[in-house]
């Protein structure tokens, strides 16, 4: 049985498709990413798995149970960090953790153990009874993602778990979130705008632009799509360097892009001289030239030739049109 | 009923907690008491009323700070729903009716409270309670008024996206109810036209009721007013579940 199992999944506001015919499924006991830039329709697919948003139209099971049949089964089943906040600010983390327990009718001995072994675990026991509100980001975040696992759920929706915290605690969340898959067998399905966070912590990535699945894969094999080391050459002759080198033997792909040219290679250590070599004896100029082990976010440009960045720019200012649209 | 109490003992909890809020609220009433009360027992004739004019209006304080304080706990769950903790909630697997329900109750309650504080000070001031059936006559009105109106604000807020419309609310629904409802004047006296309205006003039950609870006097049938306040209730419980039914974050 499947942990999550998405059918031709849409939804659509008004004429604008947020989520575009998706169809997915992840294993039990699976860490599975979204990543894409904001805009591209996670949130809005989390949304839906989580039974707050009904979809357009394509059908999905969370847990085996569907998710506009068996609503309440569904909640029961999953446990959610959202993207915003959501905890209440005047009560202490004790309280927020019993509003929760006593909403998912955990019966009161249980409840109690559960709250202290789950305060425990993200280090947050000693403040347990300090207001949230005093808490910093960090601590919230640690606070939230206890609270979703206090009813044990199969599935954990973390959606942008990390976004907006400084790197040390990123990293202490990283290891809890894979202790908690490891020790625990909680099927994870994460969305995340950084490549470094999926590439850590999924088993499979599902690349998502712009309501589309584009790729979907072992991070491993998404980066050996692009053929080993990526050499990026910045030059203001690209078109000429292009084709200079384009005919080169050992090249697995080489791509033009806007400011640059990319690479795709084995050893591109041993390469970058006969690359060099050609350029100047064509009297071409290059301006800087890196080679490094492919990150997803050379995989994002190279399955749609833009940069995470470059589309982040755009889909927020689609996104505020929409909203000023809707709000007419 | 367990979440209903859970949602109702975080509703108790916020209110206790936040003191300024709840010695803000008493600032309206006190001040009105006293301007009114004080200002105009002298020169007000109230036929038939042995505590004067003060006597008259404290009902009408009492109902006044009840009204705010519910309408003002419905309303607060765009606060919620601003602040993500509504997402929490709804996501949880339980019925939208029983969080409604459990945010009315809860709301009701502060309002009750609140009420309560005000009958207490005016005590000190002099009022003189009719008899002590007569003292839960009237909380159970002002239990009344706290549902009926907590579920109003929710069904507002259900379709309010933020805070800016609240001023426009206050403005144009609350002080009309709250003006309208013979709280500082006897109905009875009023001009053919302005009377038909004040006995479409909800809230004047409420008042004539608490009045005879406490007074022993009133110019509606108690029972009239309990029939009427009791079927508002109903209705706005209905329409705030449904409305809030249909919020989508």
Not at chain 1, 280 to 293: D, R, T, V
């Amino acid at each position: 049985m499947y942990a999550i199992e998405v059918e031709n999944l849409v939804r659509k506001f008004g004429d604008f498709t947020a989520v575009d015919n998706l169809s997915f499924s992840i294993k039990k006991g699976e860490v599975f990413g979204l990543l894409g830039p904001n805009g591209a329709g996670k949130t809005t697919t989390m949304s839906m798995l989580s039974t707050m948003l009904p979809p357009s139209s394509g059908k999905a099971s969370v847990n085996g149970f569907d998710i506009l049949k068996d609503q309440d089964n569904v909640r029961k089943s999953i446990g959610i960090v959202f993207q915003d906040q959501s905890l209440d600010e005047e009560l202490t983390a004790y309280e927020n953790m019993d509003f929760h327990g006593r909403l998912y009718r955990i019966p009161k001995s249980t409840r109690q153990k559960k709250i202290t072994e789950l305060l425990k675990l993200v280090e947050l026991y000693d403040k347990k009874d300090n207001l949230v509100k005093t808490y910093s980001g960090g601590m919230r975040r640690r606070l939230e993602i206890a609270r979703g696992l206090m009813h044990e759920p199969q599935v954990l929706f973390l959606d942008e778990p990390t976004l907006g915290l400084d790197p040390q605690t990123r990293n202490h969340l990283w290891d809890y979130i894979d202790k908690l898959n490891k020790e625990k067998g909680i099927s994870i399905i994460l969305t995340t705008h950084y490549m470094d966070e999926a590439d850590k912590l999924c088993h499979r990535i599902a690349i998502i632009d712009k309501g589309k699945i584009i790729a979907l894969d072992t991070s491993e094999n998404l980066k050996n799509d692009i053929g080993g080391d990526v050499i990026t050459i910045i030059s203001p002759e690209r078109d000429d360097l292009y084709s200079a080198i384009r005919s080169m033997p050992d090249i697995k792909n080489i791509e033009l892009h806007d400011s640059s040219i990319t690479i795709g290679i084995q050893n591109a250590e041993k390469h970058v001289a006969h690359i060099v070599n050609i350029a100047s004896a064509n009297n071409i100029e290059i301006k800087s030239l890196s080679i490094n082990k492919p990150t997803l976010e050379d995989v994002f440009l190279h399955f749609t030739g833009r940069t995470i960045r470059e589309e982040e720019a755009n889909s927020k200012d689609k996104m505020r049109m929409i909203r000023k649209a809707g709000r007419r | 009923m367990d979440i209903v109490y859970t949602i109702w003992l975080r509703s108790v909890k916020r209110y206790i907690r936040s003191k300024s809020r709840l010695i803000g609220s008493l600032g309206m009433p006190l001040f009105l008491f006293l301007v009114l009360g004080f200002g105009l027992n002298s020169v007000v004739v109230m036929p038939g009323m042995e505590q004067g004019y003060i006597g008259f209006i404290m009902p009408g304080i009492i109902s006044m700070s009840v009204l705010f304080t519910s309408v003002f706990a419905g309303i607060q769950i765009i606060w919620d729903k601003q602040f993500g903790f509504l997402k929490e909630t709804l996501v949880a697997p339980v019925s939208r009716f029983e969080i409604m329900l459990g945010q009315t109750v809860g709301g009701a309650t502060t309002a009750v409270i609140q009420g309560l504080i005000i009958l207490g000070l005016s005590l000190f001031m002099g009022l003189e309670i009719n008899n002590i059936p007569g003292f839960f006559v009237a909380i159970i009105f002002m239990t009344l008024i706290g549902l009926a109106f907590t579920a109003f604000g929710i069904a507002i807020a259900s379709r309010m996206e933020d805070m800016h419309g609240f001023q426009l609310i206050m403005n144009f629904v609350i002080f009309p109810i709250f003006g309208l409802s013979g709280a500082l004047f006897p109905i009875d006296s009023l001009p053919e036209w302005i009377r038909s309205l004040t006995l479409l006003d909800p809230l004047t039950y409420g008042v004539e009721g608490i009045r005879y609870g406490l007074l022993g006097t009133s110019q509606i049938n108690p029972a009239v007013s309990f029939g009427v306040l009791s079927g508002f209730t109903i209705l706005m419980v209905i329409v705030g579940s449904y409305l809030f039914r249909k919020i989508s974050i």
